[in-house]
């Protein structure tokens, strides 16, 4: 059974920052790109950032700068960290393991992050 648990969520001032954890099981890890996407009230969920099989990461133009996504292969985890956070920034935030090849696609049950003073 593929498991992906986001933690790492919670209130933040606006210009601090955070790191969300997500952790897989079910799956081979190394062979899956992972991701982190949010969804704020009313609005679609879109790609934050994505980081490759081989490490390579991609943002959005939104946090470029700001936040740092990085994977730790022996642990099954993925990381983002978060730093001058806006109230923008406030979304639920979901974890996706994606293969390269083939239909497999998994999605965490998501984190709260909220900016706010």
């Known amino acids: 059974q593929v498991q992906l648990v986001e933690s790492g969520g919670g209130l933040v001032q606006p210009g601090g920052s955070l790191r969300l954890s997500c952790a897989a099981s079910?799956?081979?890890?190394?062979?899956?790109?992972m991701g982190w996407y949010r969804q704020a009230p009313g609005k679609q969920r879109e790609l934050v950032a994505t980081?490759?099989?081989?490490?390579?990461?991609n943002y959005a133009e939104s946090v470029k700068g700001r936040f740092t996504i990085s994977r730790d292969n022996p642990k099954n985890m993925v990381n983002l960290q978060m730093n001058s956070l806006k109230a923008e920034d406030t979304a639920v935030y979901y974890c996706?393991?994606?293969?390269?090849?083939?239909?497999?696609?998994?999605w965490g049950q998501g984190t709260q992050v909220t900016v706010s003073s």
């Open positions: 079910g799956i081979n890890f190394r062979f899956y790109d």
């Open positions: 996706n393991a994606k293969r390269p090849v083939g239909p497999f696609d998994y």
């Open positions: 980081i490759t099989t081989g490490g390579r990461g």
